[in-house]
């Protein structure tokens, strides 16, 4: 005879269940749709977003920027790197910009002096020997851009003057220790504070590049979620407007999300770092979210909405081209 199952739910699934619920609650009234809407800008910017091609080329759109999230090469060698450099300077986009990730082991000289034998194919050329072309590399730095906007037929170069959209672009190769590669930190709530991403004020027109993923958001490797908890941290804190990252081939795609209180409640929750206290505090969010949007009284964070980009270009266990090159605009 078949013994009956016992379920046995500890306080902390309870806790996790009832922020999923109060959240799913939320999000069913942020919009008539029920899902963010990207706002619409008068001035749009096209970016073009890939990650871990591994060697492979592919064919990239036409756009103001093109980002490459990491993992350019398979092995890292110098020959890999300049090939996949001399790829990306060959583009159109006015704007390249490159970051590392773990596979990319030439640009990491402080893992090729701890692992000498990682260093691939010839010794005698480094770093410091490529040819970057017109290629910006951001290993955790920032660079501005300016774009202007696109002139009308009927307008002259007067009436655009003055127009242009500024981008405070930020970049990092480096992904929580999985096994000895390059770039790899073990995870800390300081690692992320301490960095120049932990520098940076919230500001309009952010975009973020990481390699790899924060927790929760395009991370998922079979059931394992590998995001950063404290990459998250930094990311809700400063609400971008993009965030392109790579890494876990697994979860390519594009996610629109509203980093409001709320969902940072719902999300420390079921990280374990909330208490019965946050899910005292999101329940109140979520009821005087109800109440101001009833009543029309105060503001919403409606039209404050990230885009998140797994632009991981390859899957599988061979790392073959699969997924389509995303083309965000802002």
Known sequence: ????????????????????????????????????????????VQIVCVSDTHNHQPVLPFGDILIHAGDLTENGSFDEVQA?????????????????????????????????????????????????????????STMTITVPKRRASNESEHETKGTERKLTIYGSPYTPVYTPSAFQYPPSPEFWSNSKLGTLPPQDDLIIV?????????????????G???????????????????????????????????????????????????????AALVGWTRVKRAFG???????????FVNASAVGGRGNELTNEVVVIEL
Not at 297 to 302: C, N, P
Request: aromatic fraction near 8%; glycine fraction near 6%.
């Open 210 to 226: 990481t390699h790899g993923p924060p927790k929760f958001y395009l991370d998922q490797r079979d059931f394992h979620r590998a």
């Open 84 to 140: 996949g450099l001399d790829w990306l300077s060959s583009q159109p986009h006015a704007h390249k910009i490159l970051i590392a990730g773990n596979h990319d082991v030439l640009l990491d000289e402080a893992f090729l002096e701890r692992y000498p034998e990682r260093r691939y194919g010839e010794t005698t050329r480094t770093k410091a020997d490529l040819d970057w072309g017109s290629v910006t590399y951001l290993q955790d």
């Open 228 to 282: 950063c908890p404290y990459l998250l941290q930094e990311i809700t804190r400063l609400r971008p407007r993009l965030h392109v990252f790579g890494h876990i081939h697994a979860a390519y795609g594009r996610e629109d999300v509203i980093l409001d209180k709320v969902r940072e409640a719902h999300d420390d929750i079921l990280i374990g770092w909330g208490g019965w206290a946050t899910l005292a505090w999101m």
């Open 1 to 44: 005879m078949q013994q009956p199952t016992i379920h046995i739910k500890t306080h902390s699934q309870r806790k996790r269940d009832m922020a999923t619920k109060l959240f799913k609650i939320h999000a069913s009234h942020l919009s008539a749709s029920s899902a963010p809407t990207p706002p619409v800008n008068e001035n749009p």
């Open 297 to 307: 009284i105060g503001k919403t964070d409606a039209g404050r909405v990230t885009t």
